[in-house]
């Protein structure tokens, strides 16, 4: 998460009585339908008094108090119907008279801690419902309700059935509290852009005679995973969570056949408890070398970076990013899309936005996708990606858009 968003079943027992002359199996009840809000709990009230003594320093300023609840409702993991899970989230509501309202799906950025799930503890998507948008924030596969499961970081596939069934049960929390949704928007930075560009593509192509989105914004996300791989591996210092979550979690979901010692020059038998015991971000970013070559084994990563690579171990990795890249289809996006990327990001390489919007020009130049991107005005003091002042640019997009 963002250093400074930092703010704030039903179990079936099947029983089987063994006597001397029969045995008693109970029949398995199947899971409900996916979108089903199994339950909702109000867990925090702000006032806009309160949510702008917090705004204050990042310069925003909240129309509306806000309502949090925290959401459990049915889905499944990725693409595999077999795998029907409760997933978890927040639903945010704006304290205000109005009856119809519009609504944002805000995919959020990364975290390691099971701990920093948004509805355990809620940042991302606060601001939002401040500005009048209901918003709806998952957890993602691996948190919350699902917390028993590795999170899929960064494989497209996992963020579409969690993200489409928590619009479905926001569109019941907000019948419930007598609310009308309008116009939908969807957005997310770093991990959230990349999955907010997945869910995107997901409502065009699947669900779009259930969901018209208005507009969308990814912001700062690796959607052409190879090209930022390459961009920040070259690099002699990394920050290793991101690029130690993703190989984790691609052996975890997509490829077993990974040798963890050949790409890792550090001890890596506990390396994946790091993201399952609790640790936070920080602090798993302090347990691991920054220096590249201090990470990652230096053969491998030769290859890894080399025009044609010749290891297995290279070949795979560079494989499995293309697979889960979003750029590397036919797919252009029929929403009015605006990218947002601050140049100086020394996490996600502006590489990743720049090829994804050429992509899309590529195929269509009438797509309705344009980047708005942040040069740094000072070298000295460079954007990062955790400063970038392009982060909430979107809402007022939003906002803007609903004026017209």
């Given amino acids: 998460m963002l250093p400074f968003l930092r703010m704030f079943r039903l179990s079936l027992v099947c029983a089987v009585f063994l006597t001397s002359t ?15 809000l199994i339950e909702s709990a109000l867990i925090a009230s702000y006032t806009k008094e ?23 409702y049915q889905s499944q993991i990725g693409r595999d119907e077999t795998r029907a899970t409760a997933a978890s989230g927040l639903v945010i509501l704006p304290d205000t008279s109005a009856t119809e309202l519009p609504w944002i799906s805000l995919q959020h950025g990364t975290v390691a801690s099971k701990k920093e799930a948004p509805s355990l503890r809620p940042s991302e998507g606060l601001y939002e419902a401040s500005q009048g948008f209901v918003t709806a924030v998952m957890d993602y596969i691996g948190y919350g309700s699902s917390a028993s499961e590795f999170h899929p970081y960064l494989i497209a596939g996992t963020y579409v059935p969690a993200g489409v069934d928590l619009l479905r049960a926001t569109r019941t929390l907000a019948s419930q509290q007598g609310l009308k949704l309008g116009p939908l928007f969807l957005r997310g930075y770093s991990e959230g852009g990349y999955a907010t560009l997945a869910l995107q593509k997901a409502l065009e192509t699947e669900y779009q005679q259930e969901f018209t989105v208005t507009a969308s914004a990814p912001a700062a996300g690796p959607y052409d995973l190879e090209a930022a791989a390459l961009t920040v591996l070259s690099r002699p210092t990394m920050n290793p969570l991101f690029s130690t979550f993703v190989v984790l979690a691609y052996d975890e979901w997509l490829a077993p056949a990974i040798d963890l010692d050949a790409i890792f020059a550090i001890e890596t038998s506990h390396l994946k408890d790091l993201y399952t015991h609790g640790v936070s971000s920080s602090d798993i970013m302090k347990a691991l070398p920054t220096e590249t070559r201090g990470l990652v084994e230096g053969p491998f990563l030769e290859d890894f970076l080399s025009a044609t690579p010749q290891t297995e171990q ?24 605006k990218f947002y990327h601050c140049v100086d990001d020394e996490i996600v390489a502006v590489a990743a936005t720049e090829n994804t919007v050429a992509h899309f020009k590529a195929l269509n130049p009438q797509a309705p996708v344009s980047a708005v991107l942040a040069k740094s005005p000072d070298a000295s003091r460079p954007y990062t990606h955790s400063s970038c002042p392009l982060i909430f640019s979107s809402v007022s997009w939003f906002s803007e858009l609903l004026q017209r």
């Avoid at 398995?28 to 089903?36: H, I, Y």
């Avoid at 494989?319 to 029929?334: A, I, M, R």
Wanted: charged share 15%; hydrophobic share 40%.
């Fill in 314 to 337: 290279a070949r795979l990795m560079r494989g499995l990013l293309v697979s889960q890249s979003l750029n590397q289809d036919n797919w252009v996006p029929s929403t009015t899309t």
């Fill in 50 to 72: 309160q949510l702008n003594a917090n705004f204050q320093r990042l310069g925003l300023q909240a129309r509306y108090g806000i309502k949090v609840f925290r959401v459990n």
């Fill in 22 to 36: 029969q045995v008693l199996t109970a029949t398995a009840t199947p899971p409900p339908a996916r979108g089903t």
